[in-house]
């Protein structure tokens, strides 16, 4: 495969379907002991995979992200992990014995940088109450949005005794710079320039 054909290559690479997020890592400030952000993104508790059609079991202290006592003030933090065309997710609300606990109303927001964040427009802003586990993931979509980051402040819960949530899994395509010709070829040009630059030496 000649150099030619390798910018080309790069300069017709098209966006892949959209797919899950894998490697999303999560954070909060408002965390209880007896759960950790890490829970909501590695899969722990899901039967059948880490898939938006998987069941995921009772809400647990080693399954679930559990916020302090004041749900108001509760954020998560999420960050994908490079850029992506976020279009929606699979959100696994608490469930079973804990469900009083999980969110009824949140907005969900992401950034490009981590510092400013953005309301998506006609995401979701109410999450149904769970009361049977193990229990399916509710599936939301949006028009896709470009984000590194993503953050839930939630506002309300079904309860005061703070927020929990099982899973959360995003959906979404890899933002793959396009490279127009001009920018494919000039890695080439270059080298021909170079090529010739050493060959008029040689002859001189």
Same mark, same amino acid.
């Given at each position: 495969?000649?150099?030619? &054909? ?6 017709? /690479? ?6 899950? =997020? /894998? ?42 992200? /559990?916020?302090?006592?004041?749900? !108001? ?20 609300? !608490? @469930? ?6 999980? =969110?009824?109303?949140?907005? *969900?927001?992401?950034?490009?940088? $981590?510092?400013?964040?953005? !309301?998506? !427009? $006609? ?10 586990? %193990?229990?399916?993931?509710? =599936? ?25 949530? @099982?899973? *959360? ?12 010709? &001009? &920018?494919?070829?000039? %890695?080439?040009?270059? =080298? ?13």
């Amino acid at each position: 495969m000649t150099l030619l &054909t390798l910018a080309l290559s790069a300069a017709l /690479l098209t966006q892949a379907s959209a797919a899950p =997020i /894998l490697g999303v890592t999560a954070t909060s400030p408002n965390t209880n002991a007896g759960g950790v952000p890490a829970n909501v993104v590695n899969g722990t508790g899901l039967t059948g995979g880490f898939l938006p059609t998987s069941l995921h079991s009772q809400s647990g202290s080693n399954t679930a992200w /559990l916020s302090g006592a004041n749900a !108001a003030d509760s954020q998560l933090d999420f960050a994908l992990g490079d850029l992506y065309s976020l279009s929606g997710m699979a959100f696994w609300n !608490a @469930n079973g014995a804990f469900s009083a606990r999980g =969110i009824a109303t949140l907005q *969900v927001l992401t950034s490009l940088d $981590g510092l400013i964040y953005t !309301a998506i !427009a $006609g995401g979701p802003t109410t999450i149904a109450q769970v009361p049977a586990a %193990p229990s399916p993931a509710e =599936i939301f979509t949006w028009t896709p949005v470009v984000a590194r980051f993503v953050r839930f402040d939630v506002l309300t819960t079904y309860n005061t005794n703070g927020s929990l949530v @099982n899973e *959360v899994l995003f959906d979404g395509t890899q933002v793959v710079p396009e490279l127009d010709s &001009t &920018t494919a070829l000039t %890695p080439l040009s270059l =080298i021909c320039l170079g090529l010739l630059s050493l060959k008029r030496r040689r002859a001189s």
